[in-house]
């Protein structure tokens, strides 16, 4: 190519880069984008006018605090619901948004629900039957006085939950009752109740071997015990899924019986419901026991004078 062809293109080349040449600056950036703002020095009140200043300015900010708070959200860390809670820290007492969170209201495929349990379905929903918790918060509140005033007799109660994922449940439920607490975390033994002298041997006469309460998370899966439990009058209370018989137990409470974040927290709210019956038959002991003593100081003050 010829000189000719190249001097154009070079003096147009020449023409841009004159008109056209870049020269960086060093232009400084705002802080604001990049980097955080400076902490704002604490202000010094000196005279009456800035403590006045200092008052107007928090005055101003309660009464936006009083305006809007009620639009807001009153959740905090300490009420807020955590599902590693409810096993170690369960819920004194169920609410709708609990039994919610934890998946009660999951119940089985609507062609397998139990004709009785119809009064408790809420509905049906992709096939899968819905449980009406406005149903089961009632009677698990039912279940829980129960509960409570079987443990103030110093009633024994026993919780039965036979599924591994159950058996750390049941436990610490028993033990929140004490003495008058009791765990079956493997399979019932048939004639446990019914045939307790093949079992535990003749002595069985002379101590209570029959509890006064039976909490069965998984009834379909307790039905011998459950059998017994009726041939001995002991009341129970159960777990009772979309396709099980309410009519099964004396208590039912309406829940997904499959997951075990649903019986963390009933068995949670009935094992608290016991712990504060015991801790009530305990104080009326100790105060009849306080006026019995105090009845005999005055007799024999009585019989001194």
């Given amino acids: 190519m010829s000189s000719q062809h190249i001097r154009p293109w070079l003096a147009a080349a020449a023409r841009c880069s004159r008109h056209s040449s870049f020269q960086p600056r060093n232009v400084p950036l705002s802080r604001s984008v990049f980097l955080e703002a400076a902490p704002e020095a604490p202000r010094r009140l000196v005279g009456h006018e800035d403590w006045a200043e200092f008052a107007a300015e928090r005055e101003q ?13 009153d959740q905090i860390p300490n009420t807020s619901f955590k599902p590693r809670d409810s096993l170690h820290k369960p819920r004194a007492e169920g609410t709708i948004s609990a039994l919610l969170a934890a998946g009660a209201h999951f119940g089985h495929a609507s062609t ?6 119809l009064p408790y379905a809420y509905g049906t929903r992709a096939g899968i039957t819905i449980i009406d918790l406005d149903q089961t918060l009632p009677l698990l509140r039912r279940a829980a006085n129960v509960v409570r005033e079987i443990a103030r007799r110093r009633g024994q ?20 009752l004490g003495k008058q607490g009791y765990a079956v975390g493997d399979r019932w033994l048939p004639g446990t109740l019914t045939n307790r002298q093949h079992f535990f041997g003749p002595d069985v ?19 011998s015990a459950i059998r017994e439990c009726a041939a001995e009058h002991v009341p129970t209370i159960g777990i009772i899924d979309s396709n099980v018989d309410p ?59």
């Fill in 61 to 73: 900010f309660g009464l936006l605090i009083n305006q809007l708070s009620q639009y807001g959200s």
């Fill in 112 to 117: 397998r629900m139990n004709p009785n349990f």
């Fill in 157 to 176: 109660i026993v919780f039965i939950g036979s599924r591994p994922d159950l058996q750390p449940v049941v436990q610490k439920a028993a033990q929140r």
């Fill in 205 to 223: 006469k002379k101590v209570k071997a029959i509890p006064d309460l039976a909490i069965i998370l998984n009834p379909l899966n307790n039905l």
């Fill in 247 to 305: 009519r099964l137990v004396m208590y039912p409470i309406p829940a997904n019986d499959e997951n075990p974040r649903t019986a963390e927290l009933i068995a949670g709210v009935l094992s608290i419901a016991g712990r504060e019956g015991v801790a009530i038959g305990n104080a009326q002991s100790e105060a009849l026991l306080e006026r019995y003593k105090r009845q005999r100081r005055q007799t024999r003050y009585n019989y001194g004078a």
